[in-house]
């Protein structure tokens, strides 16, 4: 069993950054795919950004270049470095971790943009 705990949600005004950390209770080293998804209010839960066991990474088309995915492997913890937020950015934050083919999550952080 994998348990998943985000930080780092909050309020914020549109422009501006936020840092979402993620714990693991195992190494994340050993997580197949770790990532970040979110969910707009009224929205389905969307893919945000993945980080693969070897560290390879990829982002949504509508966060690139503003958001980035990382990996502490000895804290055991993934961030999401958010830049130039923006108010369609406004979802509860989700990580997740995939280890033998099972789907974990963690109960998510909000985010709000304000504009």
């Known amino acids: 069993q994998v348990q998943l705990v985000e930080s780092g949600g909050g309020l914020v005004q549109a422009g501006g950054s936020l840092r979402l950390s993620c714990a693991a209770s195992?190494?994340?080293?050993?997580?197949?795919?770790s990532g970040w998804y979110r969910q707009a209010p009224g929205k389905q839960r969307e893919l945000v950004a993945v980080?693969?066991?070897?560290?390879?990474?990829n982002v949504a088309d509508s966060v690139k270049g503003r958001f980035t995915i990382s990996r502490d492997n000895a804290k055991n913890m993934v961030f999401l470095q958010m830049n130039s937020l923006k108010s369609e950015d406004t979802a509860v934050y989700y990580c997740?971790?995939?280890?033998?083919?099972?789907?974990?999550w963690g109960k998510g952080t909000l985010v709000t943009v304000s504009s």
């Open positions: 980080i693969m066991s070897g560290g390879s990474t």
């Open positions: 997740n971790a995939m280890k033998y083919g099972t789907n974990f």
């Open positions: 195992g190494s994340v080293s050993s997580f197949s795919v």
